[in-house]
């Protein structure tokens, strides 16, 4: 029962014990990691099992949760809970024009030839009284097709979120990426019709993981561009797949992330820019979670004339990490949400401020006051 893990995690964060509940995009089930203690164990090399907590800056540690107790239950995701539509972010006109001059400053540095796109940011802070698991069953109420989560270290902070992007998924050799940058407010269910910037923002992307990756897997084939819908928006994506050494894994995560869609291409010049203009670290927000090499057991049959010798088993490994976008830290009576988008030479800074507003609203919607 859904209610059986949530008094489970309840009794972890009243005695400041790590845990992580989740659910996959589009899957019924919901799972609960808990560690039995609070120790901080940091990723060395991404050859580690657990479930991991990724920053943007990979300078700073990478938290890893020890499968110490592994629950999984059914959760029901046709169940209906309230969420506040009514509810807005106030625009607040200081906060506003600090972040159009950010845009603006970004965009003569790629008229100066500095780099190509950059991603900028910024923090929302919200009051919030309700309880940390109304909101997380709010979450996972709307967001269905979203990699959802709420993530608890004491000594390292409470964050929740619902993001639609996979930084890598993989299953033994077989492995999945994607590029996912463009963003439009949903109106209906119509797929929208993309502006020449979104399409380039996002081919930037594209083109920076295939290349990036060619180099270090086996194989690798790209698939054609579509629009997915995340929450009321839609996005820009193209799936990659191919074949790589599993013993390569932590190279590849250390190549993917960041990608452009998150930092900028190319890549340190976005990256220093970021670093030196956004005023604010932005820790976790960007950086990735979730299954990391956990074991997957195959069962397959070896001769189907003999049946009594036909299985055999083999053990993968398997992974599938998210990027952390759609996410908000919580704090006693108020969270902390994050959002961003991808500036290029065609960015218009009041459009992109409107856009970190809709992005907003996928959190703003499920917490609880204003
Ligand atoms: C940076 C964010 O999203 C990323 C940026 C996007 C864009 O610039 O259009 C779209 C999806 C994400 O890759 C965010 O949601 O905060």
Redesign the pocket.
């Known amino acids: 029962m859904v209610q059986e893990l949530f008094d489970r995690a309840t009794k972890c964060f009243k005695e400041q014990l790590p845990f992580v509940v989740y659910s996959k995009p589009n899957e019924t089930e919901l799972v609960g990691v808990f560690q039995h203690n609070d120790a901080v164990h940091k990723v060395k090399d991404f050859t580690e099992t657990g479930f991991v907590f990724a920053p943007f800056d990979l300078n700073s540690d990478a938290i890893l949760l020890k499968l110490d107790a592994v629950e999984k239950v059914r959760l029901n995701r046709s169940l209906e809970v309230a969420v506040h539509e009514d509810n807005m972010p106030k625009c607040d006109a200081i906060e506003k024009e600090g972040y159009i001059k950010l845009i603006s400053k970004a965009i003569d540095r790629i008229h100066q030839g500095d780099f190509n796109k950059v991603?900028l940011?910024r923090k929302i802070e919200v009051d919030c009284k309700d309880d940390n698991f109304k909101v997380f069953q709010r979450i996972l109420s709307v967001y269905k097709q979203a990699f959802c989560y709420f993530w608890y270290h004491p000594k390292i902070g409470t964050w929740m979120g619902a993001t639609p992007?996979i930084l890598v998924k993989s299953n033994g050799a077989q492995f999945t990426t994607m590029s996912?940058?463009?963003?439009q407010n949903s109106v209906d269910d119509n797929e929208p019709i993309w502006t020449a910037k979104?399409l380039h923002?996002q081919q930037l992307v594209t083109d920076y993981i295939f290349d990036t990756l060619k180099e270090k897997v086996n194989s690798l084939n790209s698939l054609e561009r579509g629009s997915v819908k995340a929450g009321r928006l839609w996005?820009l994506r193209t799936e990659m797949k191919g074949t790589f050494s599993p013993n390569k894994f932590g190279d590849a995560i250390k190549a993917l992330h960041p990608t452009p869609?998150?930092c900028g291409s190319p890549l340190e010049n976005a990256k220093q820019f970021i670093f030196e203009n956004e005023r604010y670290e932005r820790t976790f927000y960007?950086g990735f979670l979730g299954e990391l090499n956990t074991k997957t057991e195959l069962s397959r049959n070896r001769n189907r004339r003999n049946q009594e010798n036909s299985a055999y088993r083999s053990v993968v490994r398997s992974s599938e990490l998210y990027?952390n976008?759609?996410c908000m830290q919580m704090f006693q009576g108020k969270a902390e949400i994050?959002?961003?988008?991808?500036i290029t030479s065609d960015s218009i800074p009041e459009k992109e401020w409107e856009?970190t507003v809709l992005?907003s609203r996928t959190m703003y919607r499920v917490l609880g006051s204003k």
Request: aromatic share 4%; no cysteine.
């Open positions: 991603v940011s992007e996912l940058a463009g963003t979104e923002e996005h869609a998150v960007t990027v976008l759609r994050y959002v961003g988008g991808g856009e992005k």
